[in-house]
């Protein structure tokens, strides 16, 4: 299956943590990979590898990996962390890219 | 610093063709994978497809929904990467994104442009 489950929403007030899933049959197999998207702004990678950071993003974001559900964790929240967040990971069988359907956190 | 510089987008009419293009600085552009990626109005990322560097044969994939239309190719003496649409859709209607593709090297998709529009209509 190359489907990826994410919840739409989730809320939460500054300086807490946030924890945002995605859940996939693949992704036992798959390495896995978000994205932030701010309004009116292209998609930034933040994780990479499962637990990654790329270059130049806080350490604030992780990443973290159990069997069939990935988990980003930003703590600490910001109001600058306001966004929407896709997991991304590749399709069991053709390799494929696939997408997540995004969640929308809110810092309240 | 790596730029990614979306261009060609605009109105349409469903049936028609298209080519988008991606010129591309900061990084050696030979050495990379590069794919697109669109978001329709409202909605959530969608893969489009890529097309491997010449090291590994720079053949292409493309997404299911695309498939058999859409077609990526590159210049690598230009730094550039080409969306070519044909048979255009209402519901290609999106903003395409080309991104540096790092999947196959578990990096992901570690560089994007900031997206060209493309509406299609009559």
């Known amino acids: 299956s190359s489907e990826l489950t994410q919840p739409p929403s989730v809320s939460v007030s500054p300086g807490q943590t946030a924890r945002i899933t995605c859940s996939g049959d693949?992704?036992?197999?798959?390495?896995s990979y978000w994205y932030q998207q701010k309004p009116g702004q292209a998609p930034m990678l933040v994780i990479y590898?499962?637990?990654e950071n790329p270059p130049g993003v806080p350490e604030r974001f992780s990443g973290s990996t159990s069997g069939t559900i990935v988990t980003l964790t930003i703590s600490e929240v910001q109001a600058e962390d306001e966004a929407v967040y896709y997991c991304?990971?590749?399709?069991?069988?053709?390799?494929?890219?696939?997408f997540g359907g995004g969640t929308k956190l809110t810092v309240l | 610093e790596m730029h990614l510089v979306e261009s060609g987008g605009g109105l349409v009419q469903p049936g028609r063709s298209l080519r988008l293009s991606c010129t591309v600085s900061?990084?050696?552009?030979?050495?990379?994978?590069m794919g697109w990626v669109r978001q329709a109005p409202g909605k959530g990322l969608e893969w489009v497809g890529f097309?491997?560097?010449?090291?590994?044969?720079?053949?292409?994939e493309h997404g299911a929904s695309v498939r058999g239309r859409f077609t990526i190719s590159r210049d690598d003496s230009k730094s550039i990467v080409y969306l070519q649409m044909n048979s255009l859709k209402h519901e290609d209607t999106a903003v395409y994104y080309c991104?540096?593709?790092?999947?196959?090297?578990?990096?992901?998709?570690?560089?994007w442009g900031k997206g060209t529009t493309v509406t299609v209509s009559s």
């Open positions: 991304q990971s590749a399709d069991s069988t053709s390799s494929y890219v696939v």
């Open positions: 590898k499962d637990t």
């Open positions: 097309i491997r560097s010449k090291a590994y044969g720079g053949t292409t």
């Open positions: 693949a992704l036992p197999k798959q390495y």
């Open positions: 991104t540096r593709d790092n999947v196959a090297v578990a990096g992901g998709l570690d560089v």
């Open positions: 900061g990084f050696t552009f030979g050495d990379y994978a």
